[in-house]
């Protein structure tokens, strides 16, 4: 019954909590101090984070299902290793949104793939009354669809042609701008727009009540709006890749890929220096710095940029090789998907990552679950590596919080080294 301003979030973690915590103090007989403990809102975290690895489970079964050389034991294996993704699992024992919205986005994926659409929506829903940005995994559940028949119309216009040298070159220029085409073509084509729309109405309601309210609040965030005001913040994909090739180097770090990538280079100059040239436009005309990063010195961010983007006014332009290699892998490990759901989910990406001002690594954490069940499977040696860097990134993360208190000169309260 009362609002802190500071608060930007709708209050689906609070209504949840006390739906469950209320119930259980009824039938045991709790006193309030209880009910409303620090340890008991926590405990609601734990049940998403439970819940969580379960869904990841499930995932990972349905998007790989036709994939008969991996085992049950991987499919365990890596659901364990992303349940424990570091920048998630801290904030499972604290009171934060970030598991209970990814368990809802996770869950509505989930019924997306199988079709159930309207309970997809509906869950699109509560994922958003935990996290606004979540909306974005809601119109990426409709594009899955889009996407998917697209694909059908696509190889339908192949065999039609007979011309099977498209498909065998993809990813070459001309490829993309026949893709396009096609793409235009089918979405202005009135009979595929209303098959389109029978198939998504759930997830268009969903997307226009986002708006309606939007257009209700004057804007996304509902407290404190000066601190969280939406810009064109380019860089922010640079940020994401160098995120993802940081915690999934097993996946896209070994010297064939490094070979793959010279000889790619080598292949291709002028897309690699168009590329570079509007990667160093990017950070040079929208590179933002929010005032949390240059001050709260309790979380990662705060060192990362310090420690790397401070140190000289270039050392964010000497950067671009790495991202440029950093995003040509991140694409390379999802060619098996077709090239219209890669596009669905780039879209999405850009949505939820460049409108943020605020370099903060818990915005990038479904974008990096979705990238990471669509990948293909590594060999066990690779999944136990990965699974043992997470678990040292917990400990130290962990540790430090636990262990390396201090205090601020104006604040007696004690403050920790978090996320």
Not at 63 to 77: C, T
């Amino acid at each position: 019954l009362q609002w802190d301003p500071m608060i930007t979030t709708l209050p689906g973690l609070y209504l949840l909590s006390v739906g469950v915590v209320k119930p259980a103090a009824w039938l045991l007989g709790w006193t309030g101090s209880v009910v409303c403990s620090v340890g008991m809102l926590r405990f609601i975290n734990l049940l998403f984070s439970a819940g969580n690895f379960y869904l990841l489970y499930l995932l990972l079964f349905k998007i790989h299902q036709k994939n008969k050389a991996v085992s049950g034991f991987q499919r365990i294996l890596a659901a364990l290793t992303l349940a424990i993704f570091p920048t998630l699992y801290f904030f499972t024992f604290l009171y934060y949104t970030d598991p209970g919205s990814v368990f809802f986005t996770l869950f509505s994926y989930l019924m997306c793939l199988y079709g159930n659409h309207k309970t997809s929506a509906l869950l699109g829903f509560c994922g958003f009354m935990f996290r606004q940005t979540n909306i974005v995994w809601t119109v990426f559940c409709a594009g899955n669809v889009v996407a998917e028949k697209l694909n059908e119309a696509w190889k339908t216009e192949l065999q039609k042609k007979k011309d099977e040298r498209i498909s065998s070159r993809k990813g070459s220029f001309s490829d993309l701008t026949r893709i396009l085409q096609f793409l235009v073509q089918y979405l202005l084509s009135p009979k595929n727009l209303v098959t389109l729309t029978a198939l998504t109405w759930p997830y268009i309601i969903l997307v226009s009540l986002f708006f309606v309210f939007v257009f209700i609040n004057g804007g996304i965030v509902v407290g404190d709006r000066s601190s969280h005001e939406a810009c064109l913040h380019f860089p922010q994909l640079f940020y994401f890749l160098s995120f993802t090739g940081f915690f999934s180097f097993p996946h896209l770090l070994s010297p064939s890929k490094i070979r793959k990538f010279l000889l790619s280079l080598r292949k291709h100059p002028v897309q690699y220096s168009l590329v570079t040239v509007i990667s160093l436009f990017l950070i040079w005309k929208f590179t933002y710095v929010h005032k949390y990063l240059l001050a709260d010195n309790r979380h990662y961010t705060f060192y990362v940029w310090r420690k790397v983007f401070q140190r000289h006014e270039l050392v964010k332009y000497l950067l671009v090789p790495f991202y440029i290699f950093a995003g040509w892998t991140f694409a390379d490990t999802l060619k098996s998907k077709s090239i219209f759901w890669i596009l669905m989910y780039f879209v999405c990406l850009l949505a939820v990552t460049v409108p943020q001002k605020l370099l903060e690594f818990r915005y990038f954490i479904l974008p990096f679950l979705i990238y990471r069940l669509n990948i293909p499977f590594l060999s066990l040696y690779r999944q136990l590596l990965e699974l043992a860097f997470y678990i040292l990134v917990n400990a130290v993360t962990f540790y430090l919080f636990l262990n390396r208190t201090f205090q601020w000169e104006n604040s007696d309260e004690v403050q920790r080294f978090m996320w």
